[in-house]
């Protein structure tokens, strides 16, 4: 009888801990729905033509067409929200900021920095920016393909950048056909964008050719640029159906989606639409590399995710950010080895049906009262109903696009992205770096002078860095169950 009273308590207690955990994932589950804040949101796009006289002649033209107008990507510096927009016909603008203004559609765009950079007749002005990013020295970082309607060369692709403290242009960079395009197909789509700045002068930007699977890599301290083939990515037809209404991603690029570059290990992050894999290239071989890139090791862990990623993002804490095509938002902390178990969803939304653009940032304006000495970062991402876009069946009459905002510690608080002590150490060596970029930003006048030299022997810093040994043996043993800090 005692035995059997003791059982039935130790069932009980049993079935409580199975109870409280049903309660606690219901939860969870429930409080994933509620992680995002919306910041911006369109039913569709809107631009301040300045008057309505104008902006009925812009419709009348067919300068625009509220039908045409997609946003693509997203960034912000300081009270100023930077979205780019697909070069369609009917699109008067590609990079805008969100102005103080509201029309029927939503928060009204004005062009960056005004109404010239949008004409491009003449090649002087903006024709699609597909990608932008904004580096730690102010200033904002272009990727135009050239496109009109994705496919038709307008003009030569270029790379542009803006002061921001100014709105001034500081330099426009053309981006040579033998390196934009592959020489033999005559292909080329330059749609992702990652920029690496060990000072002012010495910056990298890298791109990808979303046609082609090759990498774009540009040196700002000569303004010399190099492309590497060397099938960086491969797509993978079994995953070329999206979880959304069976969206077939064939009728899309599916080579390289969204990069993402880590400053806790200098790794540039991307993947493909139609996979389940994640590729990734450190940037000290594409610094060391040259014209052919043969001494460029590109890695890959292959079918790691249950579904397609499209943008992603690194925290300076090296949590890499990523959409899912399932309206999820998951996670995973570099110092875990990449498997599934370590693989996190921290926000669960029908908003978040495609993220086309994420960026990491500190102390949002839109979030709150901004605290310098904590220095919060921020996800911020941009979604659209990429499916509606495709098949072209927008309702217009409900929300199509959303910026979200969210605080990168609450994403992963209590998920398997949250290591404190790895944080710690990572915060530490972040202010190393920035100690020593600051240092470096002092000579950077030598540095230009001795930029070879700085390039290697930056890249005998880096494989010496703790970080890059700890992530090298990582990912060796990234089939193993046990990871040890």
């Excluded at 590497?228 to 209404?245: A, T, V």
């Amino acid at each position: 009888m005692t035995k059997w009273l003791l059982l039935m308590a130790c069932l009980g207690i049993a079935c409580q801990n199975i109870r409280g955990a049903v309660v606690r994932e219901n939860s969870s589950r429930k409080k994933l729905t509620n992680t995002l804040n919306v910041i911006h949101e369109w039913k569709y796009v809107d631009y301040d033509f300045g008057s309505d006289e104008k902006r009925q002649a812009a419709i009348q033209s067919g300068e625009y067409d509220r039908t045409k107008n997609y946003p693509l990507d997203v960034d912000q510096w300081q009270d100023k929200t930077f979205v780019t927009m697909l070069r369609y016909d009917g699109v008067p603008s590609s990079l805008n900021v969100v102005s103080n203004k509201t029309g029927n559609g939503g928060p009204l765009l004005q062009p960056y920095p005004d109404w010239s950079f949008a004409k491009y007749e003449d090649c002087s002005g903006i024709v699609s920016a597909n990608k932008i990013a904004i580096d730690e020295y102010e200033r904002l970082w272009v990727l135009d393909s050239g496109l009109v309607n994705n496919i038709q060369p307008m003009c030569s692709p270029k790379l542009l950048a803006f002061d921001l403290t100014t709105s001034k242009l500081l330099k426009q960079v053309e981006i040579p056909h033998d390196v934009a395009v592959n020489a033999t197909t005559g292909k080329g789509g330059l749609a992702s964008l990652a920029v690496q700045a060990m000072d002012s002068v010495n910056t990298m930007v890298y791109m990808a050719d979303n046609k082609d699977d090759a990498l774009i890599v540009y040196q700002n301290a000569d303004d010399s640029f190099h492309r590497l083939s060397s099938h960086i990515s491969n797509h993978n037809f079994r995953s070329d159906k999206m979880s959304q209404e069976n969206l077939t991603l064939k009728e899309v690029d599916n080579r390289v989606f969204g990069m993402a570059l880590s400053s806790v290990t200098h790794n540039l992050y991307y993947s493909p639409l139609s996979s389940q894999n994640l590729y990734y290239v450190n940037t000290t071989s594409l610094m060391n590399s040259q014209n052919q890139g043969n001494d460029v090791q590109y890695e890959s862990v292959q079918d790691v995710f249950s579904s397609q990623l499209s943008a992603k993002a690194v925290s300076k804490n090296g949590v890499l950010f990523f959409g899912f095509t399932n309206n999820t938002l998951g996670c995973w902390n570099e110092h875990q080895s990449l498997d599934r178990q370590n693989i996190d969803i921290v926000a669960r939304n029908e908003t978040l049906q495609m993220v086309v653009g994420m960026k990491i940032k500190q102390n949002l304006p839109q979030s709150g009262k901004v605290n310098n000495t904590q220095r919060n970062e921020h996800l911020l991402a941009l979604t659209n109903k990429k499916q509606d876009v495709l098949n072209n069946d927008l309702n217009l009459e409900r929300v199509n696009f959303q910026i979200l905002d969210a605080n990168v510690n609450d994403l992963i608080r209590n998920s398997r992205c949250a290591n404190s002590d790895n944080q710690d150490n990572n915060q530490h060596n972040y202010n190393h770096n920035q100690a020593r970029h600051s240092s470096k930003s002092d000579n950077q006048n030598n540095n230009q002078h001795n930029n070879q030299a700085y390039h290697s022997s930056k890249s005998d810093n880096w494989d010496n860095n703790n970080n890059q040994a700890h992530h090298s043996s990582k990912f060796d043993n990234q089939n193993n169950n046990q990871y040890n800090n």
